[in-house]
């Protein structure tokens, strides 16, 4: 039935289905597959997001190594008590995830607080669910992936130091 329609008879035409659900995401289709729509808007939040984060742990990256003059005396004296690189990496790792954790709560904090006038700009009703796994994932995932990355230069540079 859809060949009798095609005015070229080379020309292949099918039917498909695509899930309702989707149809708010992914509005423009090409040979039956979805090539763009609101995803692309969606996916451009995301790369910004990310760049954003990106930015902020470089940032924590160079002030922590600018302030490591005021360190190299701790790292300096817990080498001459016998502390090891490893272990003084792995102090500085772990003061960068726990001063991740407020920043990100500090972070949804103002989400929340900053949320109703965005729906109200917007004309939308958005919500943060956090009573579900996946969002409980996706942050705790944040939480370690930002405290690693930000704090990993610092922490190789810092144990890097020789007393002398």
Same mark, same amino acid.
């Given at each position: 039935? %859809?060949?009798?329609?095609?005015?070229?008879?080379?020309? =292949?035409?099918?039917? *498909?289905?695509?899930?309702?659900?989707?149809?708010?995401? =992914?509005?423009? *289709?090409?040979?039956? $597959?979805?090539?763009?729509?609101? %995803?692309?808007?969606?996916?451009?939040?995301?790369?910004?997001?990310?760049?954003?984060?990106? +930015?902020?742990? %470089?940032? =924590?990256? $160079?002030?922590? &190594? @600018?302030?490591?003059?005021?360190? !190299?005396?701790?790292?300096?004296?817990?080498? !001459?008590?016998?502390? &090891?690189?490893?272990? +003084? @990496?792995?102090?500085?790792? &772990?003061?960068?995830?726990?001063? #991740? *954790?407020?920043?990100?709560?500090? !972070?949804?904090?103002?989400?929340?607080?900053?949320?109703?006038?965005?729906?109200?700009?917007? =004309?939308?009703?958005?919500?943060?669910? /956090?009573?579900?796994?996946? &969002?409980?994932?996706?942050? @705790?995932?944040?939480?370690? %992936?930002?405290?690693?990355? @930000?704090?990993? /230069?610092?922490?190789? /540079?810092?144990? #890097?130091?020789?007393?002398?």
């Amino acid at each position: 039935m %859809i060949r009798s329609h095609a005015n070229d008879p080379n020309n =292949y035409l099918s039917a *498909f289905l695509f899930p309702y659900a989707k149809n708010h995401l =992914y509005t423009d *289709f090409k040979n039956g $597959k979805p090539v763009g729509g609101k %995803i692309d808007q969606i996916k451009l939040f995301l790369f910004l997001a990310f760049g954003v984060l990106l +930015i902020a742990c %470089i940032n =924590y990256m $160079k002030l922590s &190594t @600018a302030q490591s003059e005021r360190r !190299a005396r701790e790292v300096g004296v817990r080498k !001459a008590l016998g502390s &090891t690189r490893n272990s +003084i @990496a792995a102090q500085f790792l &772990t003061e960068s995830l726990l001063i #991740s *954790f407020p920043a990100m709560i500090l !972070a949804f904090a103002l989400l929340e607080l900053f949320l109703p006038y965005f729906n109200h700009l917007l =004309y939308i009703h958005m919500v943060i669910d /956090y009573d579900s796994a996946l &969002t409980r994932a996706v942050l @705790a995932g944040l939480i370690v %992936i930002s405290g690693l990355l @930000a704090g990993s /230069y610092p922490s190789l /540079y810092l144990s #890097s130091f020789t007393p002398g």
